[in-house]
């Protein structure tokens, strides 16, 4: 008799600015206490309490250095394995951001971090920016990763003019396992429950900020939120076969660009945002700037809300063809970095 083997779960692991935290909250403590706590403790974005061991304590005149070896769990994450480290300096108040040994500094536009900073991300800096305040000191936060330009090299880093290594980044300082087959299924899932308890409107994200702004504009219950993630296609192609009655995709404009232009699955590494064709979709005088453009926020910078409109609706037209006729009335909403609702196709 055949068995079938049972599905393996997969082990979540920490983001590099979950690291890079607590990291900074352990020489930050080293500084004022002169101990090191190992393990040391910090709470994620959501209020999870997480502890992280120890590879390396260090202090000098004035400094202290601590390392964390990131642990990205069964994700095959170019950083598993690396020492993030942050060497700390006491300020009288404020916290101010310093790149180290392989972390890379932002040269171009676009990002949501400004040319001529170091490329840690906005969460992480608020998260070691907190434990600065909770210690009441200000800081000066350098964060290193040995080896990491290397490490960049096989990361879109370059490509997006982040020079010299890698981004510190992450925002909810997890790192769950990425499985395309395990997360289509937790889609499939999600819709089923929500078919079982009878909701009328399901809701699938591309991530925290949009999930968290769509779910706030329709009062959905937790229930209701499909981890879409990058499956556009897992969601839309399950529903067509177990239609819901209502459906709202959520997303950032490069993502929804991307669903846009026809691409069913949003990752970066299997579908790329087409600059040409968004330059078709702007004015003549912006076509040339479009088309040198750095990335699809640098493009939304150029051209403005009634680009991530126009791009709102052709991701809903692409949506509705994949839904083809099923009872199922679909909206496409686009949502800023700071959760804002940028644009909105009904």
């Known amino acids: 008799m055949l068995r079938e083997k049972p599905q393996q779960t997969l082990r979540r692991g920490w983001t590099t600015g979950a690291c890079a935290t607590a990291a900074t909250k352990a020489a930050l403590t080293a500084l004022l206490t002169g101990r090191f706590p190992d393990p040391v403790e910090i709470t994620l974005p959501k209020g999870e309490k997480v502890s992280f061991a120890l590879a390396r304590e260090e202090t000098g005149q004035g400094w202290a250095r601590a390392g964390i070896i990131k642990d990205a769990g069964d994700d095959p994450d170019v950083t598993h394995g690396a020492l993030v480290m942050a060497t700390v300096r006491l300020r009288p108040e404020g916290v101010v951001f ?54 960049a090299e096989k990361t879109w880093n370059p490509r997006l003019g982040i020079i010299g290594g890698l981004s510190i980044l992450g925002t909810t300082g997890i790192v769950n396992p990425f499985s395309c087959a395990a997360w289509i299924a937790s889609i499939h899932r999600g819709i089923d429950v929500a078919r079982a308890i009878g909701l009328e409107h399901v809701a699938g994200c591309t991530g925290s900020t949009s999930e968290d702004a769509v779910r706030a504009h329709y ?59 968004l330059a078709e979709r ?65």
């Open 219 to 277: 009062a959905l219950p937790l229930e209701a939120m499909l981890d879409m993630g990058d499956f556009a296609g897992g969601v839309l192609k399950y529903l067509r076969l177990h239609p819901v009655p209502r459906l709202t995709i959520g997303g950032g404009f490069g993502k929804m660009t991307k669903l846009a232009q026809g691409a069913m699955d949003l990752h970066s590494g299997r579908s790329q945002v087409d600059f040409a064709w």
């Open 98 to 151: 310093r790149a180290g040994e392989g972390v890379g500094m932002v040269t171009r536009p676009g990002l949501p971090i400004a040319p001529g900073e170091p490329a840690i991300n906005p969460v992480p800096r608020q998260m070691m920016m907190a434990v600065a305040a909770a210690l009441g000191t200000g800081a000066e936060i350098e964060i290193s990763v040995p080896g990491g330009a290397a490490l």
């Open 282 to 346: 702007v004015p003549s005088r912006l076509m040339p700037e479009v088309l040198a453009a750095n990335t699809a926020q640098h493009v939304l910078e150029l051209a403005g809300p009634r680009l991530a409109q126009d791009v709102a609706v052709l991701a809903l037209a692409e949506a509705r063809k994949v839904l083809a006729d099923a009872p199922v009335v679909a909206d496409v909403m686009i949502v800023d970095r700071a959760g804002k609702v940028i644009a909105h196709a009904e």
